[in-house]
Antibody
Framework: QVQLVQSGAEVKKPGASVKVSCKPSGYTFTDYYVHWVRQVPGQGLEWMGRIDPNSGATYYPPNFQGRVTMTRDTSITTAYMELSRLRSDDTAVYYC???????????????WGQGTLVTVPS | EIVLTQSPDTLSLSPGERAILSCRTS???????LAWYQQKPGQAPRLLIYGSSNRPTGIPDRFSGSVSGTEFTLTISNLEPEDFAVYFC????????FGQGTKVDVK
């Protein structure tokens, strides 16, 4: 079955960077875009961008451009999201999610990782 | 940027009742770019509806989506105990935003 397994919780100081991994299984890694979405505890969801694991091409929305970097390693079928210059308001659960559409993008998501809590104390 | 406003914030109902959740967009959008997710505490969201009214394989038919103008609606007919959760709408067109969520809890 399809699963996306993420790395564990992180505590980072303001100004540092965090890199979260996402390892899908149960399907061909390069056939589906991987998205990243975050959720401040008790609040709503915020889309951070997507990566095409086949080509490595990325798309970031304006509010994350310059601070987020999404990469992948096809040899170990793992996607990564790195967020830099962390602030206390970056404290959130970060999810990776699989795009619904194969070999393209729909920008909605059918399978999600379990989430990674990143805490940035103020 | 499209803003999504969900209402009500909380809906208190009993099992077997019908839930009607609203998601209004700040401007007219193409109906195909709206999805709904269900989220339970400590879990990741689950896709319920895409393209305003389409259900992925495995989603029960008691979940249905519709649209009228700028108001999108998720209807859950005959609430089951496992349906009590938070529901988010999601616009994935020119901008990609989520509503703030509606909590469906037990009355």
């Amino acid at each position: 079955q399809v699963q996306l397994v993420q790395s564990g919780a992180e505590v980072k100081k303001p100004g540092a960077s965090v890199k979260v991994s996402c390892k899908p299984s149960g399907y061909t890694f390069t056939d589906y875009y991987v998205h990243w979405v975050r959720q401040v505890p008790g609040q709503g969801l915020e889309w951070m961008g997507r990566i095409d694991p086949n080509s490595g091409a990325t798309y970031y929305p304006p509010n994350f451009q310059g601070r987020v970097t999404m990469t992948r390693d096809t040899s170990i079928t793992t996607a990564y999201m790195e967020l830099s210059r962390l602030r206390s308001d970056d404290t959130a659960v970060y999810y990776c999610a699989r795009d619904y559409r194969s070999r393209g993008w729909s920008d909605y998501f059918d399978y999600w990782g379990q989430g990674t809590l990143v805490t940035v104390p103020s | 940027e499209i803003v999504l406003t969900q209402s009500p914030d909380t809906l208190s109902l009993s099992p077997g009742e019908r839930a009607i959740l609203s998601c209004r967009t700040s401007q007219s959008v193409w109906r195909r770019y709206l999805a709904w997710y269900q989220q339970k505490p400590g879990q990741a969201p689950r896709l319920l509806i895409y393209g305003s009214s389409n259900r992925p394989t495995g989603i029960p038919d008691r979940f249905s989506g519709s649209v009228s103008g700028t108001e999108f609606t998720l209807t859950i007919s005959n609430l089951e105990p496992e349906d009590f959760a938070v529901y988010f709408c999601h616009f994935y067109g020119t901008s990609r935003t989520f509503g703030q969520g509606t909590k469906v809890d037990v009355k």
